[in-house]
């Protein structure tokens, strides 16, 4: 089974959240720069924005970094088309069965890494001819499926045979240890590096994250086919009494990603969306990238018997 960082060209075994609306060139090129796979995330947006995020983020790396798109965008299928003609190195997906696209970027020579949430997925992407998965639990941010990190990636690990990234409740060298002791090649982190010196939010929202307690966030839209995982604050409340109300599932989805600009630009404590994982009760500093992978990868002393698995 092929090595994670011989498939991403990195330094460490991380690939870099594709956090809609947060993770551009700029984030990208820092977590490239610094060892990991630096991800562009197109979100909602369009494919001309992507383009340009691309272009700007090769001025500033010359390390591989990958793009993640996500499915329920209407855009998706433009976007899927600007991966190949900007030669990207690696395309991840997210929010959905990316199936019909794998057969095209694979074609372009791309490395193809669907997020799954399910064995079933998981087993269908790799008959599709995919590189390797992410298993993301549910202790992530943002949209997310019913099953933990726990339960999910050994389960994934041992039905497939391509190499499954561990994804959701990670943000230290124990939680690292402990994905790759469940089966996982690498690992994916989200909210540890919302937190970083590097991340493009407002600083409320990494204030927030720092601010965190273990119970601090709650799922909104478990309603909707879109549940999606937020710090606890006077939105997330009043999407949840709207929800239970039955307000349409439309109207549901335009409130998160509007609101999801309000927290990321705004640092509208009111009325933002703060997306961020279980795990935001363990950040408890603003480093640089660097320092995040070093103290995951390196400085792990206490953990060096268990390290080698890596
Ligand atoms: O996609 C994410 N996390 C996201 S996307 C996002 S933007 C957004 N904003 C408002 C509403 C909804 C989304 C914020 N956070 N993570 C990857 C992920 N993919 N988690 C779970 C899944 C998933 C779930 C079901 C992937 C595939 C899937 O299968 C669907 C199928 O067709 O079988």
Not at 65 to 80: D, Q, T
Request: net charge neutral; glycine share 10%.
């Amino acid at each position: 089974m092929k090595n994670i960082c011989e498939l991403l060209k990195t330094k460490y075994p991380v690939i870099q959240g594709g956090m809609a609306n947060i993770a551009d060139h700029c984030l990208a090129s820092a977590v490239s720069n610094a060892g990991g796979l630096g991800v562009i995330a197109a979100g909602g947006n369009n494919p001309e924005w992507v383009r340009a995020e691309i272009r700007k983020c090769r001025e500033l790396t010359s390390g591989w970094f990958g793009v993640n798109i996500m499915l329920m965008s209407p855009h998706a299928s433009a976007i899927a088309e600007v991966v190949i003609e900007e030669k990207v190195p690696v395309v991840i997906t997210g929010a959905g069965n990316p199936g019909p696209y794998v057969e095209g970027w694979k074609r372009a020579g791309i490395v193809v890494i669907p997020v799954i949430a399910s064995v079933a997925l998981a087993k269908r992407m790799e008959r599709a001819g995919v590189d390797a998965v992410i298993a993301e639990g549910t202790e992530a941010g943002g949209h997310v499926g019913e099953l933990t990190t726990m339960a999910l990636v050994p389960q994934v690990a041992d039905a497939l045979g391509i190499p499954v990234i561990a994804a959701g409740g990670i943000a230290d060298k124990r939680g690292v240890v402990a994905a790759f002791v469940l089966g996982a090649k690498g690992v994916q982190l989200g909210t540890v590096l919302l937190a970083s010196e590097e991340c493009p939010v407002h600083p409320n929202y990494k204030q927030k994250i720092l601010e965190a307690k273990d119970t601090d966030t709650v799922v909104t839209g478990r309603r909707t086919k879109a549940p999606v995982r937020v710090l606890k604050n006077p939105m997330a409340r009043e999407y949840l009494r709207l929800s239970e109300s039955g307000v349409s599932l439309e109207e549901l989805e335009k409130m998160t990603l509007g609101s999801l600009r309000k927290a990321v630009l705004d640092g509208d404590l009111e009325n933002g969306s703060f997306m961020a994982g279980q795990i935001s009760g363990l950040v408890k500093e603003i480093k640089p990238v660097r320092k995040i992978f070093e103290e995951m990868f390196l400085e792990a002393d206490a953990y060096k018997e268990q390290l080698r698995i890596l």
